[in-house]
């Protein structure tokens, strides 16, 4: 399995000093100790309440240094193989003395046999560190796991059936994105409603996990998207959308395609780059999370740069998903070496790039952007994303389109209304002003106890000065820029 492969790597290649970020201290210390059994090392554990102990020791024996100082100096004196595992030092590091103690522990134990283990729930070590430590996410379980503590749940429900195949499949699929903890809540929890794992277990879990994402904060589970259908115009896209609809399958890769990694959707504002990310996900048949950048930021979510880690471990672990980064600029904005933010921009960048550069098949990135003034040029390279789309102002056909699918949404027939005439009067809108037109004249045939008819729109669009007037040099510079750079989306 993945993290104990990539564990023993580091730990045979003696790697001195190894900070693991995981809110799953059980699975950690229980991968810890499997590996050092394998590799013929004792296993250690610190923590500020137990001191330094031998893990095959019962609790209450061989307890000493509850200072981390002395912890880190005992593990550097001792003699065996070992590996040792550091439970919340972090807070700990503001001390100088214990960080410098760190530092020289690491030092000493270079290419010797002991490896310390720091477990965080978070990445937020004192930069300082970042020479000296090597950082590894600790994946959340797999298929594989999930799949193992189903078959450990059937049993103890002590049924002779074993688990249906497809159930199984599917509750571990449903499960991905949970710690183990999690999981089995979510389990336990469903069972209480539904009495064994079946179909309707699926939904409670699913359910389960899309609190549990909220709750995380920084990502938003949208749900029921409506398709393509819903967009107008934009055929360009929706044509590069609709090609790449069976690309994710085994099949796919099996004929030499890539997986698609992302585009970047740049344009004026409401012209649908927005609806244009969840008609994707729905056109492919895929969970969408939003990640909310502004949330990214918000020093109250800890640290900006593992907030951005544990996002992306959260979209990985229930890939295939699409993760759509809203207004991505904003994210970006300080990273032109202004210091303004004290590098946070920068480095929330550098790990994205990194991971856009890496990442594995299954995330499929949207970013949505109005102004490139703000965005850093390394994102728009080609190979990090597919391609650069940009969604223009709608063409008087789009606008029709428009015209008929918002009236469709508000049980009117399009045939009953004449869609030219009303393109032609709304030149310089944008979608969402379409819109709006049309929900103001709503408002104006009910007012006048009549049903909605040109007459009320045309009057609505013409007390509507559209954003490409009022804001006409800006929208300009936009498409000046973007037509020389970027794939039209129409
Ligand atoms: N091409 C379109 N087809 C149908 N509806 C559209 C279209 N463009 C915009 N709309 C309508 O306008 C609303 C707002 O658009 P959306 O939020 O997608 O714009 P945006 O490009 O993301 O704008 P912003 O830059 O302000 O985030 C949509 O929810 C949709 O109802
Ligand atoms: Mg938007």
């Known amino acids: 399995m993945q993290p104990y492969s990539e564990l023993e790597v580091f730990i045979r290649a003696r790697y001195s000093l190894i900070e693991i970020v995981s809110s799953e201290e059980e699975r950690v210390e229980e991968c810890l100790r499997i590996l050092a059994d394998k590799l013929g090392k004792r296993f250690c554990c610190w923590s500020a309440v137990r001191g330094l102990y031998d893990y095959s020791l019962p609790v209450g024996k061989s307890v000493v240094c509850s200072e981390p100082v002395a912890a880190l100096r005992e593990a550097q004196k001792q003699n065996s193989p070992a590996l040792y595992l550091f439970k919340d030092i972090q807070p700990f590091l503001s ?207 800890g640290s900006s740069e593992s907030n951005m880690r544990e996002a992306i471990k959260m979209a990985e672990s229930i890939a295939p998903c699409v993760l759509w980064i809203d207004e991505i600029e904003k994210a970006f904005a300080g990273s032109k070496g202004s210091e303004s933010d004290g590098g946070t921009s920068s480095r929330i960048l550098a790990t994205f790039l990194t991971w856009l550069q890496e990442k594995k098949d299954g995330v499929f990135v949207i970013a949505t952007a109005n102004d490139i003034t703000s965005l850093p040029p390394e994102l728009l390279r080609k190979g990090r994303l597919d391609e650069t789309f940009f969604v223009d102002l709608p063409t008087a056909a789009e606008r029709a389109e428009i015209f008929a699918i918002h009236l469709q949404a508000r049980r009117r027939n399009p045939a009953m209304f004449s869609l030219w005439a009303l393109a032609e009067a709304s030149e310089g809108f944008s979608g969402s002003e379409i819109e709006q037109a049309i929900v103001a004249a709503l408002y104006d045939a009910f007012d006048s106890r009549c049903d909605l008819q040109d007459g009320h729109i045309l009057n609505a669009l013409r007390q509507t000065v559209p954003l490409s007037k009022t804001r006409h040099e800006e929208v300009q510079a936009l498409r000046a820029w973007a037509a020389s750079r970027a794939r039209s989306a129409s």
């Open 95 to 301: 001390d100088k003395v214990t960080l410098r103690q760190l530092k020289e522990t690491a030092r000493a134990l270079q290419a010797s046999p002991k490896t310390i283990f720091l477990l965080e729930p978070k990445h937020d070590l004192p930069s300082s560190l970042d020479k000296e430590v090597t950082v590894f996410d600790f994946p959340l379980p797999d298929r594989y796991e999930l799949g193992k503590l189903l078959d450990d749940v059937q049993a103890e429900l002590s049924s002779a059936r074993s688990l249906d195949p497809a159930v199984r499949e599917q509750l571990a699929q449903a499960a991905l994105g949970l710690t183990r903890s999690e999981a089995e809540n979510a389990l336990a929890r469903a069972l209480i409603t539904c009495g064994y794992l079946g179909p309707d277990t699926v939904a409670a879990v699913l359910e389960e996990k899309k609190q549990i994402i909220r709750k995380g904060g920084l990502l938003d589970y949208i749900e029921n998207c409506s398709g393509m259908q819903s967009v107008g115009g934009l055929s360009g896209l929706k044509s590069w959308v609709q090609k790449r609809t069976l690309a994710f399958t085994q099949e796919a890769r099996d004929f030499g395609l890539p997986a698609p990694r992302g585009i970047l959707l740049l344009g004026v504002q409401g012209c649908g780059k927005s609806l244009c990310a969840k008609a994707v996900s729905a056109a492919w048949n895929m969970p969408i999370l939003r990640l909310d950048v502004g949330r990214l930021f918000a020093s109250l979510m």
